[in-house]
Nanobody
Framework: QVQVVESGGDLVQPGGSLRLSCAAS????????MRWYRQAPGGQRELVAG???????VYADLVKGRFTISRGDAKTVVYLQMNSLQPEDTAVYYC???????????WGQGTQVTVSS
């Protein structure tokens, strides 16, 4: 059974940094896409960043230059380094892994990021 577990969410002041982690287990994910989404209160879930099995990253315009996605050597872990956090980054951050862009894949339960002074 595939499991996806996020961690690292916290309360941080504006301008601060956080590093989120997502660990996948129960399968082989070498060729999977790994993505981070977020959902703010009352908002829709939106793509934040993604990374291919080959390590090519993509970012939403809102986070370019501030967030960095990376993948562990074992291809079962994906990280999201978030710098210069702003209150509008407050959301539940979800990890998604999928074999290709057209299938839903697997979701984690989410981790809360709150940016507030």
């Amino acid at each position: 059974q595939v499991q996806v577990v996020e961690s690292g969410g916290d309360l941080v002041q504006p301008g601060g940094s956080l590093r989120l982690s997502c660990a996948a287990s129960g399968g082989v994910f070498t060729d999977y896409l790994m993505r981070w989404y977020r959902q703010a209160p009352g908002g829709q879930r939106e793509l934040v960043a993604g990374i291919t099995s080959g390590g090519s990253p993509v970012y939403a315009d809102l986070v370019k230059g501030r967030f960095t996605i990376s993948r562990g050597d074992a291809k079962t872990v994906v990280y999201l380094q978030m710098n210069s956090l702003q209150p509008e980054d407050t959301a539940v951050y979800y990890c998604n892994i999928r074999p290709d862009p057209w299938r839903t894949g697997y979701w984690g339960q989410g981790t809360q990021v709150t940016v507030s002074s």
